[in-house]
Each structure stands twice: as structure tokens, then as C-alpha cells.
């Protein structure tokens, strides 16, 4: 006789994982913690903004979701990120998203939401040491023994507008480039056998 273990419930989308973090001049503003980013990633605009670190030059290319090429890139190292009571330190990768058509890359056509102007990626989650539940909508971040817990309906009524990007995905295409990211950004996964570590 087959014994049929009951099946659970298949569930829908949880949505996208939000957190808050400040940055004087700045309100309500959230970022979007994103697992499939090997990059986080600043718009120009925001940078302009605040008193951050020296930018520095990059030969990267991102490719967005819609295929459209930025080579408009820079990195902004160090950055200190306040979430919640805590400060991580994080490397961005700034794109000018309004960049002159006359210069010799591809504009990027993509609006920021300015209440969600930040993606946030592995290697600042990793910094962060995130536990995602993503059954609960819950994302917590830790330093140390104290951890500060992001609950995912708190953090999505400020995103209103998010849904509507046109661009929802950037990907590091130029390998050469990826390998100078991971040696810029600090990054630790295995590129020259295409086989990241899996646990």
C-alpha cells in the first residue's frame, strides 16, 4: 500500500522583502533586499544627495532587466548604512541613470522610486547576517547577539509605486569586469570554475 503524505498548501508570492534604513535628508526610506543582486546598487541622484565616500571609477557594464546597458557606472566604497540602531558597511555600485544620450554609453530609462532608492545585495545581507522567512515575511538582521526583525507587511505599504519600475533586475555581464567587482566589492564567489559553493 503507498501512504500519501498530505501536500501543503501552496502559497502565492510573498512580495519583495523592504527594509528601512536613514540617511540624513532622507524619510521613510526603504531598500530593497534582494538575493538574486551580487551588486548593491545606488542611483547617481541619491549619491549627489549626501556626503558619501569618493566615487571610483569601474570598467563594470550592468545589464538591466528590460536589456537595456549602463556603462555609466561607478563604485562608492564604505558607505555606512544605518539600519534600525545598527551600521553596516557596504560598497555600492552607482549607476547615473540620467545620463546625457550624447555620451558614449547607452541610457539607462529606468525612474526611482525615491522612497525605495537602494538595492541592497548578497554581500550587504551577508554583512547583515539576514535570516529571510519568507513563509513569515519576516527578514532580521544581526550584529553581535542583537538582531533587529523587518516584518514584510510593516515595510511594503511605503512601496506603493515599486511595482511599477520598469526595471526590476541588473546583472553583471563583462566577466573581466565581474572579476575586478569581486576584487573591488570584496565579494566571495567562485567565478573561475562557475561553481559557487553550495551548503
Known sequence: AVL?????????????????YDFSGMDECLALADLGASINLMPLSVWNKFSLPELSPTCMTLK??????????RVAEDVSVKVGKFHFPADFVVVDFDADPRADFVVVDFVVDPRVPLILGRSFLKTGRALI???EGELTLRVGKESITFNLDQTSRYSANYNDMATNRIDVIDMACEEYSQEVLDFSDVIGSGNPNVT
Do not use: N
Not at 500519501?4 to 528601512?20: A, M, R, T, Y
Not at 538591466?64 to 557606472?73: H, M, P
Open 64 to 73: 538591466l532587466a528590460d536589456q537595456l546597458i549602463s556603462r555609466s557606472v
Open 4 to 20: 500519501f503524505k498530505k501536500l501543503p498548501e501552496k502559497l502565492g508570492d510573498p512580495g519583495k522583502f523592504l527594509i528601512p
Open 133 to 135: 522567512d519568507v513563509f
